[in-house]
């Protein structure tokens, strides 16, 4: 059973859509960890944090990482930006580190046309100085998560999709 290929990185990377280029261009199904907390929960993640603070958002995102581990196979799994840290990320897959410059990550959202809504919807996005400070402290972390990295910065999704096809040697799908 081939193994999930886990996708981490800072907050607007773009780890969602290049799970879902991932997946139209594999035929592997994808599942997104933020998307399964809303859904158990029936909250918004900004909720969450708002009404139970960042520690009961983490647990949750265990209890998530548990699950993917007994349930989820020969997926392809996108993650919330601090997700990395749970304590079994290592059984989940293959992780692959999406990189880009803070900077990269805030042009490209603030030339989004949703770029407000983004920025809104990410309780960790609202203060720039914060959000630098928590990206340096991210950055030798994800790393030392990761199997691999992947530099994302001014390349398309399409482009980052057939990159990681390529590193990993993964099979691409012929269109049903
Ligand atoms: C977080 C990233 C968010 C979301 C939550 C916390 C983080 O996901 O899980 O707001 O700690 O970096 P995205 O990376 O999809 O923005």
């Avoid at 933020?34 to 859904?39: G, K, P, V």
């Avoid at 918004?44 to 998530?64: A, D, H, V």
């Avoid at 548990?66 to 993650?79: D, G, N, P, Y």
């Avoid at 880009?100 to 809104?120: A, M, N, T, V």
């Amino acid at each position: 059973m081939p193994k999930n290929i886990i996708l981490i990185g800072f907050m607007g990377v773009g780890k969602g859509r290049t799970a879902r280029a991932l997946s139209d261009q594999t035929g592997m199904y994808t599942v997104d960890t933020d998307d399964l907390i809303e859904t158990m929960t029936k909250m918004k993640i900004r909720n969450i944090f708002k009404q139970y603070g960042e520690p009961s958002f983490r647990g949750l995102e265990q209890k998530t990482a548990h699950w993917l581990e007994k349930h989820v196979r020969a997926s392809i799994v996108s993650t919330g930006g601090g997700f990395f840290m749970v304590g079994n990320i290592k059984k989940l897959g293959r992780i692959v580190y999406l990189h880009s410059s803070l900077e990269g990550i805030l042009d490209r959202i603030s030339q989004h046309p949703k770029g407000k809504k983004k920025i809104k919807k990410r309780p960790l996005l609202q203060d720039l100085k914060k959000a630098r400070a928590l990206y340096e402290t991210r950055l030798p972390l994800y790393r030392g998560a990761a199997d691999y990295e992947i530099k994302v910065e001014s390349m398309d999704i399409e482009a980052v999709a057939a990159e990681i096809i390529s590193r990993l040697a993964l099979k691409r799908a012929s269109k049903p």
